[in-house]
């Protein structure tokens, strides 16, 4: 892993595939971390150079200062910091889970970006997302609540039921992903407490609604890569497609987390994407 200076603090992250090669970063969601493309990457084209941010979001291994920005307009900031911070020009920006790289176009901060894969996310007011993103928000009250629920999504019988990634995972999340996204946050209260920072936003639906909105004024491509379920609408996934002029694709027998659930199908889209 490498790291990089942001605003806000370090930043982890992988730099796979051909360093020459048209950038594409490749993001994760709430309580997650790079591992969540673990199953997909390898199956990516190759001659791109793939970027895998650790943001902080309860994943992360890198502590953030205790005065960082971790709100959701000042995370969204981090990944445009980071673009800015390696210098990325014509980069495939891959959103998933947490919308909040959807702000980038509102903040005009998607220069660098030339094309958007917008996989199952928070859209329009759906944030936190659903019954699963409601539950999430409920167990970050505090670093002690967090850390049990972190427990407790190492228990496979236990994650897989419908209150925690049972609506998320269409297959139950691979043990080795599942301890790569909660061994630092259950080893370290600084990560549960940069976790906390984020859950904290207050979350303006009508904002956030009219900040999504603003991708009507994104120049670049933009594929929209959903999937049948409850926690994301399929009719933000429509309407996101046709905000931007977009291509919607469906992936079959999934849910939120498409490339865990059907990586060969992901990558098979994201491919033909980002090589046409």
């Known amino acids: 892993m490498k790291t990089v200076d942001v605003t806000e603090g370090t930043i982890e992250y992988r730099d796979e595939g051909d360093p020459a090669g048209a950038p594409v970063v490749l993001l994760h969601g709430v309580l997650m971390n790079d591992a969540q493309w673990n199953r997909t990457l390898p199956l990516l084209p190759q001659g791109f150079r793939y970027l895998l941010p650790v943001l902080p979001l309860g994943g992360h291994r890198i502590p953030m200062p205790t005065d960082a920005d971790l709100s959701l307009t000042g995370m969204a900031g981090i990944v445009a910091d980071f673009l800015d911070a390696l210098d990325l020009v014509d980069v495939t920006l891959v959103v998933t889970d947490w919308g909040g790289p959807l702000m980038l176009t509102d903040m005009g901060r998607d220069k660098r970006v030339t094309r958007l894969v917008i996989c199952p996310s928070e859209a329009f007011g759906n944030f936190p997302p659903g019954f699963p993103g409601k539950v999430t928000w409920l167990a970050s009250r505090t670093t002690g609540t967090v850390a049990l629920a972190m427990r407790q999504m190492r228990l496979r019988w236990l994650r897989d039921r419908f209150f925690m990634f049972g609506m998320m995972a269409a297959k139950s999340i691979p043990q080795d992903v599942m301890d790569a996204w909660t061994g630092a946050g259950i080893a370290d209260v600084r990560i549960r407490r940069d976790l906390l920072e984020y859950t904290r936003t207050k979350f303006d639906k ?24 409850r926690v994301m609408p399929v009719a933000h996934a429509k309407a996101l497609a046709e905000l931007t002029g977009g291509t919607l694709r469906m992936i079959d027998d999934a849910k939120v987390l498409l490339m865990l659930d059907q990586p060969e199908q992901t990558a098979r889209e994201i491919g033909a994407f980002i090589s046409s």
């Open 206 to 229: 009508i904002e956030l609604t009219r900040a999504t909105n603003r991708l009507a004024d994104f120049q670049g491509d933009v594929l929209v890569l959903w999937s049948e379920q």
